[in-house]
């Protein structure tokens, strides 16, 4: 991953560079991306607004056919730093390449001492991924709360998600600047 702010100007730009590995069974594939976005900041309003691509594939040499399985993804952005409270909100809006909005994400993040952050956060997948099984599911499903510790160049993230149907999964990320 790698950013950029420009000079005297209150934007910074980005590219990521992602390897997807899958397989099942027989089946394998891997997939080279990169990602490109930008980030408008608005010091006035404490406002982040953002607009990036992801998963733009870059095998051009493609034998697998997941130029059919992976599409690329815009995404709008803005998150808000709340004056009087320890809290950042934030919403994406993530739609596909003819500009149909496909998913909504919300939350939060609650800075709580120095180094710790607490994240909250739900999405519109809650809709369609709503089996009506019981009413814990409904009100819970597809959203997810994590915490985050940093210090220095490192950083480790601990989450958790459930789906709409009750699954969950659980992550760990550790981050380490070099």
Do not use: C, W
């Not at 009100?139 to 709360?145: E, K």
């Amino acid at each position: 991953m790698f950013s950029k702010k420009i000079e005297n100007f209150p934007l910074r730009v980005g590219i990521r560079y992602e390897h997807l590995f899958s397989q099942l069974e027989d089946y394998f594939f891997q997939v080279p991306f990169i990602s490109i976005g930008s980030n408008f900041f608005i010091p006035n309003i404490n406002t982040h607004i953002g607009i990036s691509i992801h998963q733009i594939n870059i095998n051009f040499f493609n034998n697998n056919h997941t130029n059919s399985i992976i599409n690329p993804d815009i995404v709008i952005s803005s998150a808000k730093s709340l004056e009087h409270l320890p809290l950042e909100i934030f919403i994406d809006l993530i739609s596909n390449k003819k500009l149909t909005i496909n998913d909504i994400f919300f939350g939060g993040a609650f800075n709580l001492k120095q180094n710790f952050q607490f994240y909250i956060g739900s999405s519109s997948r809650k809709f369609n991924q709503n089996n009506n099984t019981n009413l814990f599911n409904t009100i819970f499903g597809a959203s997810g709360i994590g915490i985050n510790y940093s210090k220095n160049l490192t950083s480790i993230k601990i989450g958790s998600y459930m789906y709409g149907t009750g699954y969950l999964i659980n992550g760990l990320q550790i981050d380490v600047k070099f």
